[in-house]
T-cell receptor, first 119, second 114 residues
């Protein structure tokens, strides 16, 4: 069974300082990993994804994440926080499954990390 | 393309009432999903439909039923709503092609059961 642990429920940074959101995962197979962002009262938007290509993944809005198999981690970083980055972030692990001849992804979500950015 | 759309956006029910949440996608995706989001718990899978004509239970299916009406539409029904079903409900879809496991989410339905 796969699982995801986001190590911080809340992270607070000042505008212009680096952001680090930590995520550890557990999966029986070679997983796909994602980070989604959810702004208040909005749906989920994909930030970036790892699918066994380059271990350093670049996403939208200056975010990136590094897949470290030896540490089973997929931490999200950004060099300089912006006020608009304030949101909740979800680390997600996915294993491909098949049903009725169709491939689909079963996602397991972490509990979420709320990022607050101070002026 | 509208992507994934959900109706309604907000709903208030009384305990015991029934309702259906509607979801549609225009991306020709095979697979569709219903999740609920509760504070501090991330998103949990209620039901999914890997392809048209099939549906399966997810992590928290009790109290819900689903219908995959056609390739585009996947509805979630609460037969007798309970306060424990107060939540935000998200529909998602995925595939076909290289990104089988990348899911695209709708804007959500905020449901309150009194």
């Amino acid at each position: 069974a796969q699982s995801v642990t986001q190590l911080d429920s809340h992270v607070s940074v000042s505008e212009g300082t680096p952001v680090l959101l930590r995520c550890n995962y557990s999966s029986s197979y070679s997983p796909s990993l994602f980070w989604y962002v959810q702004h208040p009262n909005k749906g989920l938007q994909l930030l970036l994804k790892y699918t066994s290509a380059a271990t350093l993944v670049k996403g939208i809005n200056g975010f990136e994440a590094e897949f470290k198999k030896s540490e089973t981690s997929f931490h999200l970083t950004k060099p300089s926080a912006h006020m608009s980055d304030a949101a909740e972030y979800f680390c997600v692990v996915s294993d491909l499954s098949r049903a009725g001849g169709t491939s689909y992804g079963k996602l397991t979500f972490g509990q979420g990390t709320i990022l607050t950015v101070h002026p | 393309n509208a992507g994934v759309t959900q109706t309604p956006k907000f709903q208030v029910l009384k305990t015991g009432q029934s309702m259906t949440l509607q979801c549609a996608q225009d991306m020709n995706h095979n697979s569709m999903y219903w999740y609920r989001q509760d504070p501090g718990m991330g998103l949990r899978l209620i039901y999914y439909s890997a392809s048209e004509g099939t549906t399966d239970k997810g992590e928290v299916p009790n109290g819900y039923n689903v219908s995959r009406l056609n390739k585009r539409e996947f509805s979630l029904r609460l037969e007798s709503a309970a306060p424990s079903q107060t939540s935000v409900y998200f529909c998602a879809s995925s595939g076909p092609g290289l990104a089988y496991n990348e899911q695209f989410f709708g804007p959500g339905t905020r449901l309150t059961v009194l």
